[in-house]
């Protein structure tokens, strides 16, 4: 998948939270918390944070 088709898969999973959308990315939920504690990798991170950001901003700061 390029980069654009990742982002449009995300944009898919409307109603789901962020923990949701980087599971059906196969990235587990211990990358995610490293991804938000310490930036991560800029790739992974444009891939989530920057649609989630624009599309679920609650869910940034929801567990569900």
Not at 14 to 34: K, P, Q, W
Request: aromatic share 10%; glycine share 6%; hydrophobic share 40%.
């Amino acid at each position: 998948m390029t980069l654009g088709q990742e982002i449009e898969y995300i944009r898919k999973l409307r109603g789901f939270s962020v923990v949701y959308m980087c599971n059906a990315l196969n990235i587990l939920e211990t990358d995610y918390m490293h991804i938000i504690s310490h930036g991560g990798p800029l790739s992974v991170y444009q891939k989530i944070m920057l649609v989630a950001a624009t599309e679920y901003p609650f869910d940034l700061m929801s567990n569900n």
